[in-house]
């Protein structure tokens, strides 16, 4: 017996008509009658009653089709949860990724592998432009993105407030206390990127700064890492900002990272996406972002 036979079997019992069985079967008439005979032989019982005019079940029939509709069932499940294994076997979540995360990016990717322990994340550092880019095009399946609620043709979803720390030289007596205030360094040059580079970064900066009652005091722009730390370890005084998530990790002797005094300036972390129903892979996601941030807040 082939599940095929069993197939065509149930499809001309469900139309007792072998015309119509097979047009939804698309295929011959001549070859559902056939398979039909042979799976007869095999039981040496006839299970349609046929004349020229009708098609009927007999009790052989009638008796086979429960277990024949059982067989095309089991078939089908059996079906779905191997496709659900090859599904889960070869999926991969590509994630478009920010300057900054830090230890957020290492503790989301730990909980996303707790709970969906055979995905593959593949991680990717591009340009904003071209992250969100990406997102609309489904090249990415999502990207964390900073500093917005809004974007043409995509879903913006909040995740968390990311806390900014000031970077001092070490040897500066600020870097004694705990916390900083943004009025006590209104005398120190301000290392910072471009508004035009990281908008985002820089409204939440000068914000913080007016809000305790001065202008920032502009010094050269930051460029990178490496270099605008070993400045400010080893030369004039001045000082620049850290996302706290990257701070927690970033070497950088002869530089104190200190958190602000309340209110402490924070930029947002939201995730990019096709306004559409998420994926298994990337609720589960949204789910290690959010679970990350719950436990920040406890």
């Known amino acids: 017996m082939e599940l095929r036979q069993v197939r065509y079997f149930v499809m001309v019992a469900e139309e007792l008509h072998f015309g119509r069985a097979a047009g939804r079967l698309h295929i011959g008439q001549p070859t559902v009658s056939q398979q039909i005979r ?33 067989l095309l069932d089991a078939e089908r499940a059996a079906s779905e949860v191997m496709m659900g294994l090859h599904r889960e076997r070869d999926a991969t979540l590509r994630l478009g990724t920010s300057t900054g995360l830090g230890r957020r990016l290492a503790k989301t990717l730990s909980a996303l592998a707790e709970h969906e322990p055979a995905l593959m994340v593949e991680l990717v550092g591009v340009p904003l432009a071209t992250r969100l880019r990406h997102v609309r095009d489904g090249e990415l399946d999502a990207a964390f993105v900073r500093g917005v609620d809004s974007l043409p043709g995509l879903e913006v979803l909040p995740l968390w407030e990311e806390e900014l720390v000031a970077a001092l030289p070490a040897r500066h007596p600020l870097a004694a206390d705990p916390e900083v205030a943004a009025a006590d360094l209104a005398g120190l040059p301000l290392r910072i990127a471009t508004h035009e580079e990281n908008p ?97 807040r406890r």
Do not use: M
């Open 38 to 70: 042979r799976l007869e032989r095999e039981f040496g019982s006839q299970l349609f009653d046929r004349t020229t005019r009708t098609v009927t079940l007999t009790h052989a029939g009638r008796v086979f089709l429960p277990y024949a509709r059982a």
């Open 200 to 296: 985002p970064l820089v409204k939440a900066v000068t914000a913080a700064c007016r809000a305790a009652g001065l202008e920032p005091n502009p010094g050269p722009a930051f460029t990178n890492d490496q270099d605008t730390l070993a400045a400010i370890a080893a030369g004039r005084p001045a000082w620049t900002v850290y996302y706290a998530a990257q701070a927690a990790i970033q070497p950088a002797p002869g530089v104190a990272f200190r958190p602000f005094a309340a209110p402490a300036p924070t930029v947002p972390t939201s995730l990019a996406v096709r306004p559409h129903p998420p994926s298994r892979e990337l609720a589960a996601l949204l789910e290690a972002c959010r679970g990350l941030d719950a436990d920040n």
